[in-house]
């Protein structure tokens, strides 16, 4: 069996400094074009191990990136989030169910109206289709990965900060692709998926 393994400096990449208001917005802006990471495969995933190494206690306690998709499968989606210290992922709602692994930080947890305190280490589950909001109340950021099922994300996506992730998603341009939205039955008559594990 392959092994596919993350390189650690995907995870490691230096915090940037906060920028004006105005300034973020121009940074988004002329970032935009550049906001995918064209080594991380746009495709099909391969029937191949997909490692990450201490997930839950050896992230960075900080890291520049507000969201970072690790992998994307027929069916789910892994995600690395940094919620900057004041921070906030947005008030939302998804078509898509989401489990969020809190590794770093602590922050505060609203789901269909409903607060709860989060820290490292907690796992909150949030259903298609319900409300939620996660904002970071602590002194560091507030560090987590997420698990969309199916794909919520660009495979490719690579957001620095909230508001170009807001800006890419308004513009259709950070969209989960066809092929991770397909029905059980179609991947296993396209030949993408058989119980045999033979391709």
């Known amino acids: 069996m392959l092994k596919t393994l993350i390189p650690r400096t995907i995870l490691t990449i230096p915090s940037i400094q906060r920028a004006s208001i105005p300034a973020r917005k121009a940074f988004s802006q002329s970032a935009i074009r550049f906001a995918k990471d064209p080594k991380m495969p746009s495709g099909p995933p391969k029937h ?3 490692f990450f190494p201490d997930m839950t206690s050896a992230l960075p306690s900080k890291s520049g ?4 998709v690790l992998w994307t499968g027929l069916y789910s989606q892994v995600v ?3 919620v900057p210290v004041d921070g906030e992922i947005g008030d939302e709602v998804h ?4 489990a969020l692994t ?3 930080g602590i922050g505060k947890a609203t789901i269909a109206g409903k607060d709860q305190d989060v820290k490292a280490g907690d796992l909150m589950v ?8 996660f904002v970071n109340t602590g002194p560091t950021p507030l560090i987590l990965y997420t698990i969309y099922s199916p794909a919520e994300h660009n495979p490719q996506s690579v ?8 800006e890419e ?31």
């Open 48 to 50: 191949e191990m997909v």
């Open 65 to 68: 990136e507000f969201r970072r």
């Open 80 to 82: 690395l989030m940094t």
């Open 95 to 98: 078509t898509v169910d989401q």
């Open 102 to 104: 809190f590794t770093s």
């Open 126 to 133: 949030v259903p298609a289709g319900t409300q939620h909001q």
């Open 159 to 166: 957001h620095k900060t909230k508001e170009e992730g807001d």
């Open 169 to 199: 998603e308004e513009n259709g341009k950070d969209e989960a692709p066809d092929w991770s939205r397909k029905p059980k039955a179609e991947n296993e008559k396209n030949g993408l998926v058989n119980t045999s594990g033979k391709y």
